[in-house]
């Protein structure tokens, strides 16, 4: 069903260095709230940023292809491998939502996920999905749209590569791989 969707692919390089000065600081700060922050958070929240730009992504595409229905609720699918397979649970109204609660809920999932103890509300709903192939680590990819979705974002690694600056010096720059399907 999902290989029927018309779509296209991209992939490009985000210097992240900023954000990972960004999380540094955050980290210690989360993790006396007793929670995890990972990477993930920042571009689950990113991701709905984006969605209120740009709407269009935050649609569903009618079983027809005739028509798209527009979603208000960001619940961005993150995918998750499990013992049992793939499964794409998502939190839901991250537009709504702070990184420290994206985090928490966030971690709720992966506990979830590792006790194959997903409801059916987990489940259901999604807006828009993730994809952390950087876990394994993936650089490139060409993610399938999970139907009736129409988008789906692949982070690859974070590597330190040097790269040109503005002035034309070289510097460390931590780089993050993206690949998108739409």
Do not use: C
């Not at 269009?56 to 699918?77: L, P, R, Y």
């Not at 709504?96 to 999932?109: G, H, P, T, V």
Request: aromatic share 8%; no cysteine; charged share 20%.
């Amino acid at each position: 069903e999902s290989l029927k969707i018309p779509s296209f692919g991209a992939a490009d390089e985000i210097n992240l260095n900023n954000l990972v000065k960004v999380r540094s600081v955050l980290k210690p700060v989360v993790e006396k709230r007793g929670a995890k922050l990972s990477y993930m958070p920042f571009f689950i929240k990113a991701a709905s940023l984006a969605l209120k730009e740009v709407p269009i992504v935050n649609t569903q595409i009618s079983e027809d292809q005739s028509h798209f229905t527009f979603k208000g609720a960001h619940n961005i699918g993150i995918a998750m491998d499990t013992a049992e397979g793939l499964v794409v649970p998502n939190i839901k109204d991250v537009q709504s939502k702070s990184i420290f609660q994206i985090a928490q809920e966030l971690a709720e999932l992966q506990k979830k996920g590792a006790a194959n103890a997903f409801t059916t509300a987990d489940l259901q709903g999604g807006t828009f999905t993730l994809s952390n192939i950087g876990s394994i680590g993936g650089t490139y990819v060409s993610p399938v749209i999970m139907a009736p979705q129409t988008a789906i974002g692949a982070l690859g690694k974070i590597a330190k590569l040097p790269k040109f600056n503005a002035k034309g010096e070289i510097e460390e720059q931590n780089t993050l791989y993206i690949s998108w399907t739409a």
